[in-house]
């Protein structure tokens, strides 16, 4: 079956930096996805990769391993408005996205 | 970027009752559409594909008599949940695929509380 895993919640200080790892198995592989999602809203498309390698934008990076099935969101200079939940996404070999759980992120002051 | 126009982003509903969610495309043409729910907690669900011009394929497990879906034209698409009951309180959440075959669009979310 297809699969994708991100850790549940994580907690981090205004300022530092944070990390979100994801890890996918799925039926082909068309490229991966993040969003995202503060509670009560739409999630927000934040990156795209499809190609080995890290794409920085910002604040945010976003890495990719194909042949791990692994990914890591990169938050920098994290700021209170970061707290929301985090999607990671795959489109697999039929374009459909396959979405993870999500993960929480708190940031404290 | 692209925007896609979700109405009503809440609605309260008697059980029993129906009611119809909108997703609109407003600066280009949608052919596909889809729906999610997303229960609270979790991740995004997907329900439906709307095709414009013909029947939605629906997941397995959704119920094509209980939540309708209409893609009438290149800009609307709308999903009636049926006969609504307290378990059918949810978010959600439309998205159209972008220009690219890759983003997606999404529009607001609905969330609908049957009580």
């Known amino acids: 079956g297809q699969n994708i895993d991100q850790p549940t919640e994580m907690t981090a200080t205004e300022g530092a930096i944070v990390q979100i790892n994801c890890t996918y198995q799925?039926?082909?592989?068309?490229?991966l996805f993040w969003y995202q999602q503060h509670a009560g809203e739409a999630p927000t498309f934040l990156s795209y990769?499809?190609l080995d390698g890290l794409e920085e934008k910002g604040r945010f990076s976003s890495f990719l391993s194909r042949s791990k099935g692994y990914s890591y969101l990169l938050l920098k200079e994290l700021q209170m408005k970061d707290s929301a939940s985090y999607l990671c996404a795959v489109l697999d070999s039929n374009y459909q996205l396959i979405w993870g759980a999500g993960t929480k992120l708190i940031i404290k002051p | 970027g692209a925007v896609v126009s979700q109405h009503p982003s809440r609605v309260i509903c008697k059980s029993g009752t129906s009611v119809k969610i909108e997703c609109r495309s407003l600066?280009?043409?949608?052919?596909?559409m889809f729906w999610y729910r997303q229960f609270p907690k979790q991740s995004l669900m997907l329900m439906a594909t709307?095709?414009?011009?013909?029947?939605?394929?629906?997941e397995q497990g959704v119920e094509k008599d209980k939540f309708l879906i209409n893609h009438a034209s290149l800009t609307l698409s709308t999903l009636t949940v049926t006969s609504a009951h307290p378990e059918d309180s949810s978010f959600y959440i439309c998205?159209?695929?972008?220009?690219?075959?890759?983003?997606?669009?999404f529009g607001q979310g609905t969330r609908l509380t049957v009580v």
């Open positions: 600066d280009f043409q949608a052919t596909t």
């Open positions: 799925t039926s082909g592989f068309n490229g």
């Open positions: 998205s159209a695929p972008g220009s690219r075959t890759t983003e997606a669009f």
């Open positions: 990769n499809v």
């Open positions: 709307s095709n414009e011009g013909s029947k939605a394929t629906y």
